[in-house]
């Protein structure tokens, strides 16, 4: 009898031990997948920086910000090839058509007709 009390003992204190190994198996898997995750936003925020263009200089002296909308027609300053965006994908953006240009204008990114500088569609804020 005192073998098997003995032996309940020793088994209900290794439990918890093999219990608890594995309770720091899984803590230290999701510190190393907290780092990884830390690791990719570290870089996706430098390449975000290296994506950026520095300040936005101004086609037209004494030119200030304003919100455009769709309709609204730019002079054609803003719309030549020193604002054109040119990779769509990495700005989340769809192909042009024919005669159509995404451009910079602020901070934000506007789809433009070439052909007469109608503001085709707005994306905000794009540019921070």
Not at 57 to 83: D, I, K, M, N, S
Request: aromatic share 10%.
């Amino acid at each position: 009898m005192r073998k098997l009390i003995l032996l309940g003992l020793m088994a209900a204190t290794a439990i918890p031990t093999v219990a608890g190994a594995q309770s720091r198996q899984e803590i230290r898997r999701d510190r190393q997948e907290l780092r990884e995750d830390r690791r990719d936003l570290r870089q996706d925020r430098r390449e975000l920086r290296r994506d950026r263009r520095g300040a936005y200089v101004a086609p037209y002296q004494g030119w200030r910000y304003r919100p455009v909308t769709v309709g609204y027609q730019l002079r054609p300053g803003f719309w030549g090839t020193r604002y054109a965006v040119n990779d769509y994908g990495r700005w989340n953006l769809n192909r042009p058509a024919a005669n159509q240009r995404w451009v910079r204008y602020g901070n934000d990114l506007l789809l433009v007709n070439t052909r007469n500088g109608r503001v085709l569609r707005v994306v905000a804020n794009r540019y921070y």
